[in-house]
């Protein structure tokens, strides 16, 4: 069985800092893909990054890193300068394909505060 | 482009009524997914279809809810009939070419069911 974990209910950073959110996955499949998306306040999900389990480098979009660990399993995301505006609800999501499917399996979720 | 469309945003019904959710995927995008999301279960992925056939469906929860794709840029989600505990709120989400890829979440529908 695949899973994903999110072990951070919640987080508080000062704007301006750095901060890390964790996620650790399970799975036995050589080829899969990891994925974090954000859920502001409003309810939209919105994509920030992916990773394969075979690139060789760690995904950056912009002000967002994914932290890939593969021996460890984790998938930490990364984001550099908070703004007031990344506080939301953050998930992680791993791709899962098997015979008859091919789907997104998310974590439960981290709420991320920015104070000032 | 507008986005993924959904509607109604908000829906209000009563045990036993029937409820349909609506979804306009992206232009172009061949994959389209209804999710739902509640505190207790999280986000979950209900069914989705691939060039308007459903592919997997194991995530209904049961014969009440159904879902169809009757061309590429609709979707319906109905539930039939409604019961409290379908009260959620429900996602649609489109892709350029499966999960391998990003996907474009609707503004959702939030079900309260009384």
Not at chain 1, 81 to 92: E, I, K, W
Request: negative net charge; glycine residues 6%.
């Amino acid at each position: 069985a695949q899973k994903i974990t999110q072990t951070q209910p919640g987080m508080f950073v000062q704007e301006k800092e750095a901060v890390t959110l964790d996620c650790t996955y399970d799975t036995s499949d050589p080829s899969y893909g990891l994925f974090w998306y954000k859920q502001p306040s409003s309810g939209e999900m919105i994509f920030l990054i992916y990773q394969g389990s075979y690139d060789q480098q760690n995904a950056t979009e912009g002000r967002y890193s994914l932290n890939f660990q593969k021996a460890r399993k984790s998938a930490n995301l990364v984001i550099s300068a908070s703004q007031l505006g990344d506080s939301a609800m953050y998930f992680c999501a791993m791709r899962e394909v098997s015979y008859n499917t091919d789907k997104l399996i998310f974590g439960t979720g981290t709420r991320l505060q920015v104070f000032p | 482009d507008a986005g993924v469309i959904q509607s109604p945003r908000h829906e209000v019904t009563e045990m036993g009524q029937e409820v349909t959710l609506r979804c306009k995927p992206i232009s172009g995008h061949d994959y389209l997914f209804w999710y739902r999301q509640t505190m207790m279960r999280g986000l979950e992925l209900l069914i989705y279809f691939n060039n308007n056939v459903p592919i997997d469906d194991s995530g209904m929860p049961e014969d009440r809810f159904s879902a169809k794709m009757p061309n590429a840029s609709f979707s319906t989600l109905k539930i039939q009939p409604s019961e409290p505990r379908d009260s959620a709120v429900y996602f649609c989400a489109s892709s350029l070419a499966g999960t391998a890829y990003e996907q474009y979440f609707g503004p959702g529908t939030r079900l309260t069911v009384t």
